[in-house]
């Protein structure tokens, strides 16, 4: 049975990220976004926060257990804050969460406690390719039996703060399955391009990674020899990215219904006319619906039950939905909507890019 009560801990989580997207990052996250730049002591102070430390078992150098349900709540309000500096913040998870799920005991007690430090190690993950179509189930990117390890090959895009990577957790084609290998970021063969640019996001740094005959050894594929269950993994991304998704419309939808209740035309607020006070009602009744997919799914996960077509169904709605609850609350604005001075422009163009960040966020 579903039970929608958040307990002391979850409650105590909850309301730090909630203070700290409202006192740190929604003071900046405009200048950052069209900077490109999120300051250093901001994401530190995320990480801090012990969001991921929490989650890691005290065999590894933790001080928690881990909670799908825990990872929605905190995603959402981090979005809220902002979604650029909330996958920023939550990078760390690409790697560790993939590592508790499907790693070896051995790449476990190498990898997890550096997780649990005053600050997270430069890891990242690669995983979307630049080909129409994308199937994660159907990568271009190839890992070949190769004496005692791999040789990869293959071209990976949107992979976050690649250029200071220490080590990328990289996905690639192994006889017809995805399995994930941790490729130095330094091995020879792999190139990192220039940065991207995007159309959303724009505060976080991604990058074009290409792999030509990079080497790796066999310890160093996720899982060992028997591999990853890719399917789980990639569950716990789509969750994830469900959550941040419910943020990102809850922020259009309030600021809208603020600026419905100030903004007067005609003697009276603009909240009064029926067009825009169903409109809003409806982006409420929206993200509530998403919100609770959102939640079964990750209690799903969290009970270890087969949840890929829940987390289908829930993802394909939630990526439309915050398309739509943004370009409504762009639409209550009206043409102040348009302008960058206002911040609902920000979030339609981040909206946008849901459909396309498989394996940009993990819980």
Known sequence: MLDFRLDEEQQMLVSAISRFASEKVRKLYRDAEEDGVIPADVVQAGWEIGLLPTAIPE??????????????????????????????????NLVAIPLMLTGTEEQKETYLPGFCD????????????PKIQFDPHKLATTAVPDGDGYLLNGSKVYVPLAANAEMILVYANENG???????????????????DKLMGIRALPTYKVTLNDVRVLAANKLGGPDGCNFQHILNHSRVALGAAAVGVARAGYEYAREYAKQRVQFDEPIGHRQSIAFMLAD????????????????????????ATREITVMKNYVDQLVVDVADRAVQVLGGYGYIREYPVELWLRNARGFAAFDGLSMI
Not at 118 to 128: G, I, N
Request: proline share 3%; no cysteine.
């Open 59 to 92: 065999a590894y150098g933790g001080f928690g257990e881990y909670s799908a349900v825990t990872g929605v709540l905190a995603a959402e309000e981090f979005a809220w804050g902002d979604l650029a500096i909330s996958l920023n913040i939550m990078l760390p």
């Open 118 to 129: 005053e600050r997270a190690p430069r890891m990242t993950a690669a995983l979307t390719e």
């Open 283 to 306: 982006m409420a009744t929206d993200i509530d619906s998403a919100r609770l997919l959102v939640w079964e799914a990750a209690w799903l996960l969290d009970k270890g039950q087969e």
């Open 177 to 195: 399955r995805t399995q994930g290998f941790l490729v130095p970021a330094n091995s020879a063969g792999l190139t990192i391009s220039s940065r």
